[in-house]
Nanobody, 123 residues
Framework: QVQLVESGGGLVQTGGSLRLSCAFS????????MGWFRQAPGQEREFVAT????????AEAESVKGRFTISRDNTKNTVYLQMNSLKPEDTAVYYC????????????????WGQGTQVTVSS
């Protein structure tokens, strides 16, 4: 019954910023760890970031560390991905995912997925 809806994607130029949002509904949000993944055409799904249910512990993939930040607001049932200094290689469909456990870097740690939002970075 968990539902996830991403928003905030779009077309930006290299060096620009986007803030993705993922709205969670159907269960108690504060029980779930959350993650962001991305997938480009013809590529495997790639881990981007994860955050524990409390919001205290988080981690980002090395490829985005220092540029992307994951956060959550448990009063709004929303997880965010702030994306700065965007590069063409960041172009992908970005997916929000939820885990009843602690989450992690594997897509198989997550049982619930949104439909994705397109991020395109042009040069």
């Amino acid at each position: 019954q968990v539902q996830l809806v991403e928003s905030g994607g779009g077309l930006v130029q290299t060096g620009g910023s986007l803030r993705l949002s993922c709205a969670f509904s159907g269960r108690i949000f504060s029980f779930y760890a959350m993650g962001w993944f991305r997938q480009a055409p013809g590529q495997e799904r790639e881990f981007v970031a994860t955050i524990r249910s409390s919001g205290i512990n988080s981690a980002e993939a090395e490829s985005v560390k220092g540029r992307f930040t994951i956060s959550r607001d448990n009063t709004k049932n929303t997880v965010y991905l702030q994306m700065n200094s965007l590069k063409p290689e960041d172009t992908a469909v970005y997916y929000c995912a939820a885990s009843r456990g602690v989450g992690g870097a594997s897509q198989y740690d997550y049982g619930y997925w949104g439909q994705g939002t397109q991020v395109t970075v042009s040069s």
